[in-house]
Each structure stands twice: as C-alpha cells, then as structure tokens.
C-alpha cells in the first residue's frame, strides 16, 4: 500500500524537482525575421517566346500572384512594372492588399509594341519585402480604339444655335487607355480635345445678324446632360448651310479611331421672338403666311423673327397615330431646354396639343419651357382643343398643364363628343385684358368649324377672353341647339405668361377668314390677336 502511494505521487515529485532544480532564466540566440517569398500566377519569366507578332497581348492585363512567410504573416504587396528599355530602378512601388488587378500596362507614345516588365514583392508584418520579387515580361501591342456615334442622340436634320450629339469610344486595351477625344466642325485634320470620358456635348452658336448665310462662328462646348461649361470653342461652323462634325478618339499613345462624321443644316439664331410652325398638315404654308404676317403687323418693323419648322411628318384626316416631328432633338434636355430659353417670346402655332401625348409635339416641349418662364418669357398658342383618345391622359399631357385652362369639356353619354361653330355664330368677348385696361372686340363665325371643343377656365389663375355659341349633336347625329356647357375659346393666365385661341382663324386650304368683327370685317380677328399680344408684353 506504500508503495502505491509512492508512485502514485511521483509525477508531482518529479515536477517539483525541475522547478527548483532548473534556471529561471532563457539563453540562446533569438531566430531573425525570414522574409516572405511571392509567387506570379505566370511562372515563366518572360512570354516574349510563346507570344510574338499579332499573339502579344493587349495592353490592359488581369494579373494575380500569392505570398507566403514562414515565421509571420502577408500583410500586403508592392508592385511596379516599367518598360524593358526603362531603367528599373526608376520604377516605383506601390503596395496593395489584393492578391489581383487590371493593369494599363505602358506603351511609349507612338509606339506600336512594348515589352513589359511587372515585379510583386510580398511585405510580411515586420515590414520586411521579399528581396526577389516575382517577375515576368509581357509582350504588349496597342489596339487602335474606337468611336461611333450614338443613334439614340443624333441632332435633327436642322438645328439653329444648340445643337447636342452624343458618341460611344472605347479602346481595346481597356477605357483606362483612352487620352481624348477629338471634335471639329467642317476640318477632318485639325481637331479640339476634350476629355476621354465625354461622351456627350452640346455646342451653343451666338446670335448672329439676319442675312448671316455663310458666317463662320465659333461653337462653345457643353459637355453632358448637365450642361457642363469646358470653357472650349470648336471653330469653323457655317451658318445657312449644311455642317460636318467630325469625331475621332485617342489613345495614351496618340493612335486614333478611324474618323467618323455627321452633317446637318444650323440656321443661325437671329432674333428674341420665336414662331413655332406646329400645324402638322400639308397645307401649313397658308397658316404660317397669314400668322406671320399677323405677328410682323403687330411687330416694330423690320423686327426679325426666328421660324421653327417642326411640321414633319404631316398627318392627314383627323385619327391615327404619328411619331412626333423628327426636327425635335431625340431628347429634351438639355439642347431643347437650352435653345428655347434663349428666347424672350414664342408664337406657337399647332394642329392638335391635346388629344394625345405620343405624337404631338407639345407635349414633350411643354416640361422644359419652365425656365423660359422663370426667366420673362411670353408665349401665345393658336392649337384646337380636343379631348384625349385615351382619358387617361387629360392629367398627364403636359401640353394640357402648361396650357391656360382649368379642364376639358365632359360629355353627356346621350351626345357625341363634338360640337359645332356654324356660320354666323357669336364670340363674346367675357373680360378686360389685364394689363391693358382695353376691352376685346366682338366677333363672330365666318365659317363652319367643327375641329376644336371649348374649354373650362374658372379658376383665378386662368382669365377666359371669348366664349362661343357651339351647337351640340345627339348621338343618333341630331343637332339639338345650343351647348350649354363650358364655352371658353380663348384665355390667358393671369400671370400674363401664357396665352391660348381654340379657334382657327383662317381656312387652312385656301385662306379665307374663319373668324371676322361682328360686322363682318375680316381684320377684325387679328386686332383681337394683336390685343392678347400686347397683354403678354410682346414688344410692339
């Protein structure tokens, strides 16, 4: 039994010798720190002999390599590549934590080829670099890149003095390769840069005197959607005449695109006055003579007035669908914003505004005359009013919103959802235009219109002008007398910005008056006109 417990306590005896037997003290020489070792993902040393001629690569590569430290841990890498013909030691590292990346490797300017050079070195957590960093040649060739012109941001066949074009560039070495592009109106060697990752601009001309067919001016640059100044002219742009934009794009070694091109006629910007000509049929000649003849009566004379021809393409009878005009830029901002805020005062004449969005031409206008208003502008519209063919759209046409009115007409289901103005019919002037003190002269129907509906303007920022007698039509094609319901054909806002006529004035195929004084003078009409001018403050 003794004996037992004696081995029983041996280990704790054992234990007890050797703490108190032993020196409490270490000796011995401390390990140094053992640097990291690196590995490429590319063993061999050089690929200069298994890539040649058209094999080498291009000059953005994906690399990756690994580390490893014996008596520590990788705490990053450094990196540095340089040409073969490149004095190494002039070379810079630059630590990273990733194990990969995409590298635009060097290419000498004006160089075609290059052999590269690209060393990793692990860095452990002493801070100590491995002393022979991983290291292999790339056999590198530039790619010419590349640019096109985006279809979806091509000018319109016509533009006056805002013009915005849009491109696609690339490079096949990889986007980091590009170093410009080029631009230049009607000269395909001289070019102005702008920055590689433009690729969107607008060039905005200065106004220019009437009879300024073949001036040469200078277009300054807006770069983006958002109208960026770069501060850069591009000279060489012909006024009254058909214009070439010439594009091209650079790469860091001044390899360019092959040279692409666009043309389109610029009339020159020679007025603050605006007339739209929206009346979207074939026969628009006759309205735009009589309207332009009104507005220049009414005008100083020999005030110049600038003519937007938005027609095309032209509709014919009163249904079916048609894009809306191909001379509006694909987008409204910012060349369509920018072109109209350019202008004090618009004389906008259309066809339809309001039975649909898709189509018509006011409705994408309309959102970006906003600042043209913000900034004093006066606008008179001569547009039938009908109702949408969807009806979903009477709260979302912005021509409708824009427009000074307060609703559409709502009809019964026992009537069709048109009326009549019959010859002879009265309009009755309803208010004193504000800002004038003068009251509108009587008129009345000196033909038969059956293309435009009356409106509801009761609200206090709407001031009716005309009412007109219309007769309403059952439903089984009856006339039954005189609507009872709203009868507004003509308004203006009572900020006086924005001013509206239903009514055609003149018969659009051969001219003759649609709308006379209440005695019969043809003349009488346009006084009306030339009155709702005067209270929106066009100059006089």
């Known amino acids: 039994m003794n004996h037992l417990l004696n081995i029983r306590h041996l280990p704790i005896l054992l234990l007890t ?5 032993c020196d409490s003290g270490f000796s011995g020489d401390e390990f140094e720190n053992r640097p990291p070792d690196t590995q490429l993902s590319v063993r061999d040393e050089s690929l200069l002999d298994n890539l040649t001629g058209d094999d080498r690569l291009v000059s953005t590569v994906r690399i990756s390599w690994t580390g490893d430290d014996p008596d520590g841990f990788v705490k990053g890498y450094e990196v540095r590549f340089f040409d073969t013909a490149d004095n190494a030691a002039l070379a810079d590292w630059s630590f990273t934590e990733s194990t990969d990346s ?29 002393p022979t960093p991983a290291r292999t040649i790339y056999p590198i060739q530039n790619s010419p890149p590349e640019i096109r012109i985006s ?3 091509l000018p319109p066949d016509t533009t006056f003095n805002v013009m915005s074009i849009g491109w696609v560039a690339d490079d096949p070495d990889g986007s980091l390769n590009l170093a410009r592009i080029d631009v230049s109106f009607n000269d395909s060697l001289n070019f102005v840069a702008l920055p590689p990752d433009v690729n969107f601009a607008t060039f905005v001309l200065p106004q220019t005197n009437p009879g300024s067919t073949g001036q040469i001016v200078d277009a300054d640059v807006f770069t983006g959607r958002g109208f960026e100044s770069t501060g850069l002219k591009v000279p060489g742009v012909r006024i009254g005449e058909m214009n070439t934009l010439y594009l091209r794009s650079a790469d860091q070694t001044d390899t360019t695109s092959v040279r692409i091109e666009y043309s389109w006629f610029v009339k020159g910007k020679t007025s603050n006055i605006l007339y739209v000509n929206d009346h979207r049929r074939a026969s628009h000649p006759v309205l735009t003579a009589f ?14 007035v600038d003519v937007w021809d938005i027609t095309t393409p032209y509709t014919t009878g009163s249904s079916g669908n048609f894009p809306r005009s191909a001379l509006l830029p694909p987008t409204a901002q910012p060349a369509l914003d920018r072109f109209l805020r350019g202008y004090d005062y618009i004389y906008w004449v259309a066809s339809a505004t309001t039975d649909k969005i898709v189509g018509n031409n006011l409705p994408f206008v309309a959102p970006v005359l906003e600042p043209f208003f913000e900034a004093g502008g006066k606008m008179l519209v001569h547009s039938p009013i009908q109702l949408p063919v969807d009806p979903e759209e009477i709260a979302t046409n912005a021509a409708t919103l824009l427009l000074p009115l307060n609703s559409l007409t709502a009809f019964p289901d026992s009537l069709r959802q048109t009326l009549r103005l019959l010859g002879n019919a009265p309009l009755s002037a ?22 435009t509906l009356p409106y509801v303007a009761t609200s206090a920022a709407t001031i009716p002008l005309y009412n007109a007698e219309f ?45 006379v004084g209440e005695d019969g003078n043809p003349e009488t009409a346009k006084d009306a006109v030339k009155l709702m001018l005067e209270s929106l403050g066009f100059p006089q």
């Open 17 to 21: 010798l050797l703490v108190f037997g």
């Open 102 to 130: 995409l590298f635009l490797l060097p290419i000498r300017q004006g160089e075609r080829i290059s052999d590269v050079v690209f060393e990793v070195r692990a860095v452990d957590d002493a801070d100590l670099a491995d």
């Open 151 to 153: 279809p979806f941001d």
């Open 291 to 304: 309207h332009l003849g009104l507005l220049k009566e009414y005008l100083p004379a020999g005030t110049p």
């Open 430 to 451: 309803s208010n004193i235009l504000p800002g004038t003190g003068r009251s509108l002269p009587a008129l009345k129907m000196g033909g038969f219109v059956i293309t």
């Open 471 to 515: 007769q309403y039509i059952t439903r089984v094609g009856n006339r039954r007398g005189v609507w009872p319901g709203p009868s507004t054909i003509a308004s203006i806002s009572d900020d006086q910005r924005i001013g509206l006529f239903s009514i055609p004035l003149v018969n659009e195929a051969n001219g003759s008056p649609l709308v």
